[in-house]
């Protein structure tokens, strides 16, 4: 039986790659990325939504579009998550999976981390690398030039990744009225300024 997943936040959105998807950020990241943007995310010892595999794959399954695992780091809780894309994968055997990891794929590979293969094997799309805010990308889905992109399946074609243009942020008001950010920047702009930035335009994040 797959432990319970620690989840700091679940909601729909879009996915510069995949389209409408479902974000999984899960709690607690055991790397310190010097300027990582989601240090409220990092703690290992804060119980943010103990959510059953079973429970996230439901939720998933209500609209089969796509899933994006981010974080705090997914591999941290590679064995649950996996329990999650396996009973995905029963019932939406089309549905793309993309994860982001701090960890080189080559890490991921050596079964240094419990669960790992089993989570690698049930993905379409890793993103993998540690942030290094002093070299950043401007890739839709890179947050800075040492990452990189694996296409692990056949569900989501070179050509689509290809096609990609243009970094994105996206924001999201939400159901605590909290603003909530997703992208990687993009021509040397630092998501850490964004707060800054929208404050002189009237906007105030608390």
Request: aromatic residues 6%; charged residues 15%; hydrophobic residues 45%.
């Amino acid at each position: 039986m797959s432990a319970d997943i620690n989840i700091r936040s679940c909601w729909r959105g879009h996915c510069p790659l995949l389209g409408p998807a479902l974000y999984v950020w899960v709690q607690g990241c055991p790397l310190r990325c010097p300027g990582c943007f989601n240090t409220e995310g990092l703690d290992m010892d804060r119980c943010a939504t103990l959510t059953a595999p079973n429970v996230l794959a439901e939720r998933f399954l209500e609209d089969p579009t796509a899933l994006v695992l981010s974080g705090g780091e997914p591999f941290a809780q590679a064995s649950a998550l996996a329990g999650a894309l396996r009973i995905i994968r029963a019932q939406a055997q089309q549905a793309p999976v993309l994860a982001y990891s701090g960890y080189p794929l080559e890490h991921l590979l050596s079964g240094a981390i419990a669960g790992a293969l089993d989570l690698l094997g049930l993905l379409d799309v890793l993103v993998d690398g540690p942030f290094q805010r002093q070299h950043p990308s401007d890739h839709p889905l890179l947050g800075s030039e040492n990452q990189r992109v694996f296409l692990l399946g056949s569900r989501v074609p070179v050509a689509r990744l290809e096609a990609l243009k243009r970094p994105q942020i996206e924001a999201e008001v939400d159901i605590n009225g909290g603003l909530r950010l997703v992208g990687t920047g993009g021509n040397g702009f630092d998501m850490h300024a964004l707060p800054a930035l929208l404050l002189r335009h009237g906007i105030i994040l608390e």
